[in-house]
């Protein structure tokens, strides 16, 4: 009796000990650290760390490691397998998708082409704006090559028009060609790095010209424009002058209502995205992608950009599901 009183004992216990065991490996798992990389898009970038520090709040366990380095290196990490997720800033061609690209629409931003706040005609620039056409031939023709010409004003300071575009693969400079029938390939102008390079170049080059994502145009806690930048207004309906539903850049609200309804073109208007090597089956990352297009949509707006229509989101939802 004793000895089959002792196995009972023994056996309750090896019991007891695996119930503990299976508990404790539930728990480490729940609580794994998971780490989740992504590179991209300069665009997005602001926004995905604003995501990432808000996610982390409630996952604590999950490190998001975010890097800009622009669409371009976005999209050649994402298909290495170098990065988990990519961000990207223009729309996705055929030729990606067959090397088998897949999205999930996030927001909408925009790029606006700029210039240096201390040209000299910089009030005519804002009552005239500049017509689509003429963005293509200073873009692509690289003429005419003064502001003079441009404006059509004799006996000016022949400022030379000094135009600046990116060096790098990238969203912005693919969006902003697209406006008038381009690709990337076809800008002229001295190449800048990044967002933050070609900035800097304009805001240094008294006659300088660019174009930039919106946050680097506006300030995203006071909605002015940037210290030495300023937007060149597009003149739309190609009249020869800014009408006042073509003036839509006063301040960052002012100008995010614009993308929002339709009154800034798109291009060079566009959605942005997150990417991956084929629909991932990480569920870490499936969960925060699905975060971000439920949780993560309150932040959208105030951190300066657009959100999407709740239709748009619930289709980007069921791709989660499918």
Sequence with gaps: MKIRSLLIQLFTSAILLGSCSNGGSETTSNNENISISFSGAFALYPLAQKWASEYNKTHPNVRLNIQAGGAGKGLTDCLSGTVDVGMFSRGITDAEKAKGVWWISLCKDAVLPTLNASNPYIDSIKARGIKKEEFKSIFIDQRPRTWDSLLNIKNGSKQKIAVYTRADAAGAADSWASFFGKKQENLKGIGASGDPGVADAVKKDKGGIGYNNTLFVYDNVSGKKNPG??????????????????????????????????????????????????????KAILEFFKWVLTDGQTMVREAGYVPLPADVINEQLKKLEQ
């Design 229 to 282: 930048i300023e937007v060149v207004p597009i003149d739309v309906n190609g009249n020869g002058k800014i009408d006042a539903d073509e003036n839509v850049y006063a301040d960052l609200n002012t100008f995010l209502d614009a993308v929002n309804t339709g009154k800034f073109p798109a291009p060079p208007a566009r959605d942005l995205y997150f990417i991956t090597k084929g629909k991932t089956s990480n």
